[in-house]
């Protein structure tokens, strides 16, 4: 199950994601660990490429850790309340032999957008509504309470969400990624493709398949 990460692994240890229409910047030199002041936000998206482990209920603080003479390339900003991590320019690029790292404490969190190579966790989710789409190939591994959370997986990316304990979960899976979630009272599952979507808790499950993939119970066995 997890052949996509180690993937994942091999290509973010080579290359960061960008068009390569000018020279490779090379990481060299220190590791540092930087802060970053940004306005306030109850999202995140990763649109390149890194490791990004996300508190809740802390108050908000970011720090990268990469090659400090690859710091400059790295963007982060807040968009509509939501944190952007970006390359600063979208004609620039590096190359790196260690994990870029973002890690990031904020007081509440509802949103995720992981369009990029890299892979995000986060811990004590606890809100009313979570969304989280993940258009790219990246991973998505969550804990905490939600009343509610929407799941859109429409890329390679995966999303482990057995600890995230919702009352309501409404999923889509059209890639070939892992969906694993828990839901107390409803599971609406929509799969387009051959993948399963596996659940824990005891819900009433409504489905919607196009293709061979199933909506399954877990299972000790897997």
């Known amino acids: 199950m997890r052949q996509i990460s180690i993937l994942l692994s ?3 240890a080579l290359i960061g994601l960008s068009a390569c229409t000018t020279q490779a910047v090379i990481g060299s ?3 540092v660990t930087e802060t970053r002041d940004v306005s306030a936000f109850t999202g995140v998206r990763l649109a390149d490429t890194g490791e990004v482990t996300i508190t809740v209920g802390e108050p908000q603080a970011i720090t990268v850790t990469a090659y400090e003479n690859l710091l400059p390339l790295l963007k982060t900003t807040v968009e509509d309340n939501v ?4 390359l600063a320019a979208s004609d620039s690029s590096y190359i790196t032999d260690t994990q870029i790292e973002y890690t990031i404490s904020v007081p509440s969190l509802d949103y995720i957008n992981l369009g990029g190579t890299g892979n995000i966790t986060i811990h004590n989710l606890d809100t009313e509504n ?9 991973n998505l591994t969550a804990d905490g309470t939600v009343t509610e959370q929407t799941i859109d997986i429409n890329g390679l990316g995966s999303y482990y969400g057995f600890d995230v304990i919702s009352e309501t979960t409404t999923i889509m899976l059209g890639g070939p990624g892992i969906a694993e979630v828990y839901a107390t009272s409803t599971l609406n599952a ?3 493709g051959k993948e399963d979507i596996v659940y824990k808790g005891d819900p009433v499950v409504h489905e919607h398949i196009e293709g061979i993939g199933e909506v399954v119970p ?3 066995d897997e």
Do not use: N, Q
């Not at 944190?83 to 970006?86: D, F, K, R, Y």
């Open 218 to 220: 877990y299972t000790e």
């Open 190 to 192: 929509t799969i387009i």
């Open 130 to 138: 979570f969304v989280a789409d993940i258009p790219g190939p990246g």
């Open 10 to 12: 091999i290509i973010l």
């Open 83 to 86: 944190l952007v991590i970006e």
């Open 29 to 31: 030199g220190e590791i």
